[in-house]
């Protein structure tokens, strides 16, 4: 069966960097896009950032853009998203999350949705 | 703020009929995007309950059902039962940001 198991998370000051994975099983990792999504305490949940099956495709949210990168390892089934100089707001829970495409299956006609996802790993920014 | 609007709490008896809904704008879900809908219990992560605006997948009960119209989706519960009381997102693609965006969530209460 489909597994995403998150780490990484912890506790990280101001400015920090922490690097989050997400391993997975259960399915043919390199031929999904991945998503990472967070929610922060008690708030909705946030898309964070997008990768293609093969890594030759990213976006980002504005919120992350130009601080986080997501990349994966298909030759080790792992999910990754570096986050560099950290703030209080982006104190959450990161799940990744696994995609399926329907229809087409165009990425750019939004013909996909996220069918499996981590139990989530607890990143708090704090001094 | 959330690009998709839900009312932030809706609430019914056992056994009774609700409805959520999700409003979008013209770079979303009123650009033709489809609506995905997400059941989020107590301390866990999102669950699959509609995708592509009206389908279920295997294993989620015909008592949830999702509709599209213009810039606006909704999601019905019929039948109301007592571990249906979660947290409720939608979720559509926005091509402004090439990425998704998520409703604020409802959270649902079983009276």
């Known amino acids: 069966q489909v597994q995403l198991v998150e780490s990484g998370g912890g506790v990280v000051q101001p400015g920090g960097s922490l690097r989050l994975s997400c391993a997975a099983s259960?399915?043919?990792?390199?031929?999904?896009?991945m998503h990472w999504v967070r929610q922060a305490p008690g708030k909705g949940l946030d898309w964070v950032a997008f990768?293609?099956?093969?890594?030759?495709?990213?976006y980002y949210a504005d919120s992350v853009k130009g601080r986080f990168t997501i990349s994966r390892d298909n030759s080790k089934n792992t999910l990754f998203l570096q986050m560099n100089s950290l703030r209080a707001e982006d104190t959450a829970v990161y799940y990744c999350?696994?995609?399926?495409?329907?229809?087409?299956?165009?990425?750019?006609?939004?013909?996909?949705?996220?069918?499996?996802w981590g139990q989530g790993t607890l990143v708090t920014v704090s001094s | 703020q959330s690009v998709l609007t839900q009312p932030p709490s809706v609430s019914g008896a056992p056994g009774q009929r609700v409805t959520i809904s999700c409003t979008g704008s013209?770079?979303?879900?009123?650009?033709?995007?489809?609506v995905h809908w997400y059941q989020q219990l107590p301390g866990t992560a999102p669950k699959l309950l509609i995708y592509?605006?009206?389908n279920r997948p295997s294993g989620v009960p015909a008592r949830f059902s999702g509709s599209k119209s213009g810039t606006s989706a909704s999601l019905a519960i019929t039948g109301l039962q007592a571990e249906d009381e979660a947290d409720y997102y939608c979720?559509?693609?926005?091509?402004?940001?090439?990425?998704?965006?998520f409703g604020g969530g409802t959270k649902l209460t079983v009276l």
């Open positions: 979720q559509s693609y926005d091509s402004s940001l090439s990425g998704s965006v």
């Open positions: 013209s770079s979303n879900i009123g650009a033709g995007y489809d």
């Open positions: 999350a696994k995609v399926n495409y329907y229809g087409s299956g165009n990425y750019y006609r939004g013909e996909y949705y996220f069918d499996y």
């Open positions: 592509a605006n009206s």
């Open positions: 259960g399915f043919t990792f390199s031929s999904y896009a």
């Open positions: 990768i293609r099956y093969d890594g030759s495709n990213k």
